[in-house]
């Protein structure tokens, strides 16, 4: 089977020959420069679009566009085979032979989702490394991996978060039919492919775009990364083209089975219909056929943008199937660590009341006023939507990574507080996701690392520190010194998943604990969550939590949780256990207990 996406701008292969259209409207001229080819000039064809039709070029075929003094990429270049500063290479998409033709995705309410990132999640950082790793989730009980993004970025490493060329799937890990043979295996096995996506900035190197397309960007609006991409000034129309076709890029010629959209609160538009709901929108209208699932990081928590995530149903009024629940994270590392300080501020006042609302409602802010947002409401009423509206997790990359040695939770937290966390994340019906390695109790970091030159090398290394000096522990130069430079081999080496260690007692005790509590999750939550939406309620005594899921037919799941290191007066059961941390009886609960119970409907037990 073939599957190809005909762009309208960029290399397109056809029966004549390569057609070529180049969007490049601060410019006067524009030539077609073929690698050991000729040098062809390209015609006008309004709207600041440069044409040409070429039988010189054909697949495999290497070139670049001129404009002015400047010998470029292009934008909608497919493969790079020389990284972001080497010519484009002409994809024959429908060369490749696609085996999954009967692959129509799995439902959501399936999802067990398993976040990684290709080039240190194997030894060989590729595509092709983490197939080899596919028996190991398959056991774990995962359904889903999530990729980072694989757009193209400049240097040997990086997060993803600084492509340049948005389509074009990076050399290092495989490139395009590394990508495509990755799918097509991940569906053999019955796993589904999601891939984050960044429409908020582009990276700060190899982007080429302000010298020849300014209006691709506006002072309408200012960002973290400086002036916004255009979605609502002159010229914008083609900008949301852009990103929109991205998507359905991806999506079709690459059959992934969804996208997480990067930090769309970011993304600046006072449209009538905002780009965000547009981008939706335009996916359900052309792929109508097949599990297609959206996920929004939304720090803005917008639930009015969620509503198609239970197998297609409409369960709200948006396009999007999910968001990633940062609020879940940051009020269970509250809960179970004594961390308070940046955001984590904002759950410090009576943490368990936010675990419970987190857990029965979605959200912890819902308009409230956020003070470490200086004063600003946050969010909307989440309610309404159901548990598989929020994806959930205890660890990402972001939350890993984002800390100064890139250390993960179990640094900040007991084994007891660790186990707690985890049967919570895993038994209850919200989408669990697992960030790599956490399965076995990683040691490794996962720092942030990124391979630029010259001046922005050193501006990477002086923001890194900067970032961090405001932090107690990171006060004097000889602290800040200590912090892993993101730009060494040895930064990036270290957070490469050392697969030996599963070897050891205490990774496969964690390991055994994942898998007996995602079995249980496959034969016991997950029957309830095909019944439809759930109305969650809860209930918080001194450090006992107590929170209840009532299904359409009246199926009950209950989660009883004593998330304090003292034990506690027990809270009463409903229905049968379905699973505990600790065998508990009478009137007191041990530390860190957590159980899970199931009722059937009209209050009768299993």
Known sequence: MKRHRRLPFGAELGAEGVDFRFWAPGVDAVSLIIENGPSLPMQQAGGGFYELRSDAAGAGTRYWYQ??????????????????????????????DWQDADWKGRPWHEQVIYELHVGSFSKAGSFVGIIEHFDHLLSLGVTTIELMPVAECPGRWNWGYDGVLLFAVEERYGGPEGLKRLVDA??????????????????????????????????????????????????????????????????????????????????????????????????????PHRHVHLILENDDNRS????????????????????????????????ITEQRSGYYADYAKEPLQFVARVLAEGFAYQGEVSKHRDGAERGEPSAALPPTAFVSFIQNHDQVGNHAYGWRLHHFASRDAMRAATAILLLSPQIPMLWMGQEWNCQQPFPFFCDFTGDLADAVRKGRAEEFKSFPEFQSEEARQRIPDPLSESTFDSAVLDWSALASEESKAWLDDYRQLLGLRREQVIPLLAKGGAVGSANVEGSVLDVQWRFADGAVLQLIANLSDQPSAASPAVGRKLFSTHEAGGAQLPPWYVAFNTQLRSGVAE
């Open 67 to 96: 404009v002015g003094d400047l010998r470029v990429p292009d934008p909608v270049s497919r493969y790079q085979p020389q990284s972001t500063a080497g010519a484009s290479e002409i994809v024959d998409a429908q060369a490749y």
């Open 304 to 335: 009015s943008v969620i509503g198609y995530g239970y197998d297609g149903a409409k369960t709200g009024p948006g396009p999007f199937t999910a968001q990633w629940n940062d609020d879940f994270h940051h009020v269970l590392r509250v809960a």
């Open 186 to 287: 991940a569906h053999a096995k019955g796993i589904s492919v999601l891939l984050d996506v960044v429409y908020n900035h582009f990276g700060p190197d190899g982007n080429y775009l302000h010298a020849y397309a300014p209006q691709f960007f506006t002072d309408k609006h200012r960002t973290p990364w400086g002036a916004a991409i255009n979605f609502d000034d002159a010229r914008s129309e083609v900008v949301r083209q852009f990103f929109i076709e991205n998507a359905l890029y991806w999506l079709q010629e690459y059959h992934l089975d969804g996208l997480r959209f990067d930090a769309v609160h970011a993304i600046a538009d006072d449209s009538e219909v905002d780009f965000v709901t547009e981008l939706g929108q335009r996916i359900r209208q052309e792929i």
